[in-house]
């Protein structure tokens, strides 16, 4: 099981004087897998990624990076690394941090002199590579950074919020970029809070909150369990309630939101407020989104 | 092994530094204001017929251990002032963070910060006392300077320092560290006055405080040992007790506890570090 995943973790906690900032994390991430891990401000994704690199160590768990022991240099030497807070020695020209970077990396020389200029026009800062960091933008920081975790030709890419600062157009070479790394069998793991930008590269994807993963899976198959809206009259609720449990049944705007596995159940649960002669005025599908599912999943607060 | 990469990244960024280029100047300055300083009092020398023999040199060398001693202050504020946030000021700033996920060790990091500012104090204190000497030998024609072992204590004093400083950073941030190591410097400093007050009143009580200080944080005992060996004749020696030097150097032992106080920092900051959350 763990030979095969490229991060493969067990039991993982973390603990912060009284905050328990990760609570028991069991995650395997494929090699090869785009995976996208979601949360709210202060739901430990950083916390993580910093102990899946090492940089903080674990208070209970096990963590493998690919198939070595948490920390292991010959692991790190394949796993680039873009950090949330992007910051770099900013005495250093652009083309100076990822010389510095790829030899750190143990990219060999000539392999260093051709892939530092093809990185820095790959994130769009040729014209900049003589400048000093220190007089970047916020976003052009984050550029060279995502060049630096690149620079080694890792085989497994951790991105900690990349496109914070970024325009659009910068949000889109990034995701560009993801997929790219994804073809080329490179395992990417996204930390994010953008919805959209993980609903459009992930392939899988794990929201954490409070420190605990409370979702985890196929994009499609956590989306795929549907919600339905109805406008209907007194005892709807405690029909729904009694046909499909207490679980997926709450009250928006005056309507009954009422979760549903499938076709069949919408059906057995309209036939049932029938027969209990509740009125049933209006029924529709309600698309879940990415975002549906993050708030829903984080408002309830706990599994 | 990473660590030589690290080092030499170190000693580049001190380079580029505002700080090094300050004291890089200031010690300009302080030099060219040396050297007048030294020309008249040379001058004034020459005029003074009736010394005992050996006076000329013997005052020529004080001038000399005293400007080193200056330097030798500059070093030590350098060291610390450059090591001061090497580790946790920079995990804080978050610009380690990308390091530290390199196929680096944590060690490999501590060491090589050590070994950059190291060099850039040796380079600091190797240019500005050679210049300082040949400032001297230029206007008095007298080669003073005594062994080469005086600027290598001067180094070894800010090495401690330096080694002081990482222990310190592994853990607090750069202000209450910068603090603390001053302090310490500052202990060692009145340490050793309290040791030569006590030598001449025969207090055994004040020169025992004395010498714990210098255990403690031996970076006096070091300039004590330089001063000692830059001196040039029994006379020198004589005079440059007081506030440039003791009238009885340290022995041999201190610097053993020289090395093992290194040792020890050192060996500090290491294991601290490398449990060091991020
Ligand atoms: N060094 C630290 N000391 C104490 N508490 C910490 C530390 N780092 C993180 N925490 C706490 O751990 C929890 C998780 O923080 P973390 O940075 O992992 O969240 P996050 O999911 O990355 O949030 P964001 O989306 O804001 O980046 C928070 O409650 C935070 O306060
Ligand atoms: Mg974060």
Known sequence: MSQSAAIYLSGVSKRYGDTLAVDDVCLSVAHGEVFGFLGPNGAGKSTLVEMILGLTHPTAGDIEVLGQPVGSLAARAEVGYLPETFRFHDWLTAFELLHFHARLARVPADARTERVPELLELVGLKDRASDRISTFSKGMMQRVGLAQALVGEPRLVILDEPTSALDPIGRRDVRDRIRELGEQGVTVFLNSHLLSEVEQVCDRVAIIDHGSIVAEGKLDDLLNAQEIELRAGEGAEAAARETLGEGGVRQVNGRLRVRVANDDETARLIRRMVEAGVPVYDVRQVGDSLEDLFVRVAERGDV | ?278
Not at chain 2, 36 to 53: I, N
Not at chain 2, 98 to 117: C, D, H, M, Y
Not at chain 2, 160 to 188: E, H, K, M, Q, W
Request: no cysteine; glycine share 12%.
């Open chain 2, 1 to 278: 092994m990473s660590a030589h990469l690290i080092a030499f990244f170190t000693l580049r960024e001190a380079l580029r530094r505002r700080v090094v280029l300050a004291a890089a100047l200031l010690t300009l300055g302080y030099l060219v204001l040396y050297g007048v300083g030294v020309w008249f009092g040379y001058r004034d020398l020459q005029e003074t017929q009736d010394g005992p023999p050996g006076l000329t040199e013997g005052v020529v060398s004080l001038m000399l251990v005293g400007g080193l001693w200056s330097l030798n202050f500059i070093a030590s504020v350098l060291a610390v002032f450059l090591s001061v946030g090497a580790l946790s000021g920079e995990v804080d700033q978050g610009t380690l963070h990308a390091i530290a996920a390199r196929p680096v060790r944590r060690g490999e990091i501590v060491l090589g910060k050590f070994v950059g500012f190291t060099l850039m104090l040796a380079v600091f204190i190797g240019v500005s006392a050679s210049l300082m000497i040949l400032i001297v030998a230029v206007i008095t024609g007298e080669i003073v300077g005594g062994s080469w072992a005086g600027p290598f204590l001067m180094l070894l004093a800010a090495m401690l320092l330096i080694g002081l400083a990482l222990a310190g950073s592994s853990r607090l941030s750069p202000l209450p560290n910068g603090v603390i190591v001053f302090t310490l410097y500052a202990t060692a400093l009145i340490g050793g006055v309290i040791e030569q007050i006590g030598d001449v009143l025969e207090s055994a009580v004040m020169f025992n405080i004395g010498v714990f200080s210098s255990v403690l944080v031996p970076t006096r005992a070091m300039w004590d040992m330089a001063s000692a060996q830059l001196a040039t004749g029994g006379f020198a020696g004589e005079l440059s007790a007081g506030p440039f030097g003791a009238s009885n150097p340290p022995s041999g032992w201190m610097l053993l506890i020289a090395f093992l106080h290194l040792a020890l920092t050192l060996g500090f900051a290491l294991r601290a570090f490398e449990r060091r959350d991020f």
